[in-house]
């Protein structure tokens, strides 16, 4: 599975911006799918998952009610819509496809379970 994410940019605070991430290959074992960040010096860590199935979501809490997680089936292609947005949401935004069928119902939220990952997006928010 290849994973291409686009849409990082500059933003500033208050402000929006969508992410994209389109899958390609094979694209069959994808059970869930999500999206980490990581700041520099920080952990990688989940800002939102889906069941590719089922539709499920999950978010972290600090983007809860600020970011949408959504899928286009047809497409193979998954969104972050990011409203709202503090310069503490600064970081490399990262795609990620999990193979698991752990997420078949509801999302895996750990990195470790997701096997497939985009080449990352930086995205800033200014002040």
């Known amino acids: 599975v290849q994973l291409q994410a686009s849409g990082g940019g500059l933003v500033q605070g208050g402000g929006s911006l969508r992410l994209s991430c389109a899958a390609s290959?094979?694209?069959?074992?994808?059970?869930?799918r999500a999206w980490f960040r990581q700041a520099p010096g920080k952990e990688r860590d989940l800002v939102a998952a889906i069941s590719w199935n089922s539709g499920i979501t999950h978010y972290a809490d600090s983007v809860k009610g600020r970011f949408t997680i959504s899928r286009d089936n047809a497409a193979n292609t998954m969104y972050l819509q990011m409203d709202s947005l503090k310069p503490e949401d600064t970081a490399v935004y990262y795609c990620?496809?999990?193979?698991?069928?752990?997420?078949?119902?509801?999302?895996?939220?750990?990195?470790?379970?997701?096997?497939?990952w985009g080449q990352g997006t930086q995205f800033t928010v200014s002040s």
């Open positions: 290959g094979r694209t069959s074992v994808t059970y869930g």
């Open positions: 990620a496809v999990s193979g698991s069928s752990t997420s078949f119902i509801t999302p895996n939220l750990r990195a470790v379970d997701y096997d497939y």
